[in-house]
């Protein structure tokens, strides 16, 4: 029998997403050097039309030609290794996925490497975690179009629905689709630290208990925060300690390890002059959990105010402004990343639709949240929106809820809960609707220590003072 479709690398995304394949009736075969993976998936695919098997050669002679196979290994230096011994065994016109969470310079370099041997080459994202890849993650092609065509109804049929459209769709040549889902993973860093700020207030600011934090994330997942990070926030917080009478999250160590893709996207920003302030400093925040060591030592050498809040009134008052902040700052959180799609699309000739990148991210991936629908409503009326903050309703939405993002952050200034990601979202607001910023001063400074000269506002051209 011949193969619809081929798999290397049977770890946790490879394995689920070939069995979501079969699930939807397309016979695969799955590749992994141990052939351990190989048996896993064997026991798995009971009924379904599933070859595995550990002899490469073996299994490039099982798939159908042209041969339409994906890599899910870890990114980096094993992609280019398989693909090396790939290559003898491939012909022209064969297609070659990448699908892991590929650097999109390697990506555009690959595929500069492979399209004059005649293998076309395609990067996608895949997000959505195991269960994603096992029951409809949201994909991220891009490449060559004529050769995601080939694979396009097996993607469709693998992918989440939302309304019934699948949570993928074509986005552009070259490395388009890695370059998205790093941005996805980015935004999925600003949004973790915006939640665990949140939670930080909750619990140390208000003092609630691990129930009153999984009702109130709960109920904020049945309105406008309505997503798949809040709902897993809210689950969190009943999952018991089998080692403790605990909960188990209370005896996590509170120390944030990364894989890169937000270090990445921070990076892409820094590249691109694009500010990216939430991201940003949810990476530094990562960095900061580290320090665990020295953090314990700095409590006892710098203390400072008690993190209860203090206030008048309501505490129901307050966690609602909790969540008009996060609800403000998760926009903020958005509109920079997609500003970053914007410019890396103009600058790298990507010809990315974001509202279509918005639909797509509606379902299936970790940052699937409603809020999605407002940000594609908003590129459908407006595919240039130079930021989504400027769009009519989002903006509404930011304003209404300004002052609650003003009074929270306080609070937590007052108090010494460390809220940068608030903080970076409200002064990101504050400058970019700020019409003359202190920056002339900057300019004056440069202009007098290293003559690096500065423009007029009445005046065209450039100039150099000799400063006093
Ligand atoms: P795993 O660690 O579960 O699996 C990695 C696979 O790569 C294993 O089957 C391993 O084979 C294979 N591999 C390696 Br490593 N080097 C190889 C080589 N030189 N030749 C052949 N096979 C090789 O990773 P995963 O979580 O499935 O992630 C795969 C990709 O998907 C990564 O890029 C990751 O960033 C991305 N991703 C992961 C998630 C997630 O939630 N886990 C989500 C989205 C994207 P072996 O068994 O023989 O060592």
Known sequence: QQYDFGMIGLGVMGRNLLLNMADHGFAVAGYNRDPSKVTSLKEEAQGLQVYGTSDLKDFISKLKRPRALMLLVTAGPAVDMVIKDLLPLLEPGDLVIDGGNSYFADTE????????????????????????????????PGGSKAAYDVVRPIFESI?????????????????????????HNGIEYGLMQLISEAYDILKRGLGLSNDELHEVFKTWNEGELKSFLIEITAQIF????????????????????????????????????????????????????????????AAKVLPGSTPKFNFNGDKQA??????????????AAYAQGMTLLK????????????????KIWRGGCIIRATLLENIRVAYHKNAQLPSLMVDPDLSALLLQRQESIRRIISHSVQAGIPVPGL??????????????LPSNLIQAQRDNFGAHTYERIDTEGIFHTHWN
């Open 159 to 183: 992918a989440a629905k939302v309304n019934n459209e699948p949570c993928v769709t074509y986005l552009g040549p070259g490395a388009a689709g890695h370059y998205v889902k790093m941005v």
């Open 238 to 297: 009943l999952q018991n300690d089998d080692k403790t009478s605990g909960r188990l999250v209370d005896s996590i160590l509170d120390s944030a390890k990364q894989k890169g893709t937000g270090k990445w996207t921070s990076q892409c920003g820094m590249d691109l002059g694009v500010p990216l302030s939430i991201i940003d400093i949810a990476v530094t925040m990562r960095y900061v959990s580290a320090l665990k060591k020295e953090r314990v030592t």
């Open 343 to 358: 410019v890396a699309s103009d600058t790298y000739k990507y010809e990315l639709h974001l509202g279509e990148v918005a």
């Open 109 to 140: 370099r690959r595929a500069e490497e492979l399209t004059p041997k005649g293998i076309h080459f395609i990067g996608v994202g895949v997000s959505g975690g195991e269960s994603g890849a096992r029951f409809g993650p949201s994909m991220m």
């Open 423 to 436: 903080s970076a979202a409200l002064a990101y607001f504050d400058a970019y609707r700020t019409d003359r």
């Open 318 to 331: 307050i966690i609602n402004q909790v969540r008009d902040a996060l609800y403000f700052a998760t926009i």
